[in-house]
T-cell receptor
């Protein structure tokens, strides 16, 4: 078990460019979550998947953000036309649980992908 | 709106003492409350989970209490060590596992 893997760990991009982050969850974990964290704050929920289905999106996720989880395995988070306000750490987390509810299983976080928009 | 509050000031404590952190929440009825540790530049690491029908949970030197009437959780680190220095995050989980985090409390343990 290698844990939740995120790539790249760091990304510096110019305003207006598109960026994509990849998350590889722990194998057999059916739930996958994306969070965003800025300095001095706790992580904020963005979206989550149950297998390949995206079940909820936060209002924080504007139209410039899109997330996918094809085949219920890895996930990608794309930010189009980046803005300076998008600078943050993007965290991916995964867990296993029943289809219809969370049962208290441990949620494992990756090390995050740092985005700096200049 | 839902709100989670943790001590915003850093907690400075001497090695060997007990660190106590507070997490208060409003407008929320969580099924689970969780505590995470986060080191600078790293992702959060799960420490403990307590269910709404539980009052207390322990794991090695860690203890969590959960009072759903007061809407408060206390997190204790006993016999603290310099290696315990980190930011500790309180998180409430809904029935889908979506976590809402507090801003965290930094703990600094000095030898």
């Amino acid at each position: 078990d290698t844990g939740v893997s995120q790539d790249p760990r760091h990304k510096i991009t110019k305003r207006g460019q598109n960026v994509t982050f990849r998350c590889d969850p722990i194998s057999e974990h059916n739930r996958l979550y994306w969070y965003r964290q800025t300095l001095g704050q706790g992580p904020e929920f963005l979206t989550y998947f149950q297998n390949e289905a995206q079940l909820e999106k936060s209002r924080l996720l504007s139209d410039r953000f899109s997330a996918e989880r094809p085949k219920g395995s890895f996930s990608t988070l794309e930010i189009q036309r980046t803005e300076q306000g998008d600078s943050a750490m993007y965290l991916c987390a995964s867990s296993w649980g029943p289809r219809d509810r969370y049962s208290g299983n441990t949620i494992y976080f990756g090390e995050g992908s740092w985005l700096t928009v200049v | 709106s839902q709100k989670i509050e943790q001590n915003s000031e850093a907690l400075n404590i001497q090695e060997g003492k007990t660190a106590t952190l507070t997490c208060n929440y409003t407008n929320y009825s969580p099924a689970y409350l969780q505590w995470y540790r986060q080191d600078p530049g790293r992702g959060p690491v799960f420490l403990l989970l307590i269910r709404e029908n539980e009052k207390e949970k322990r794991k090695e030197r860690l203890k969590v209490t959960f009072d759903t009437t007061l809407k408060q959780s206390l997190f204790h680190i006993t016999a603290s060590q310099p290696a315990d220095s980190a930011t500790y995050l309180c998180a409430l989980a809904d029935s889908w596992g979506k976590l809402q985090f507090g801003a965290g409390t930094q703990v600094v343990v000095t030898p």
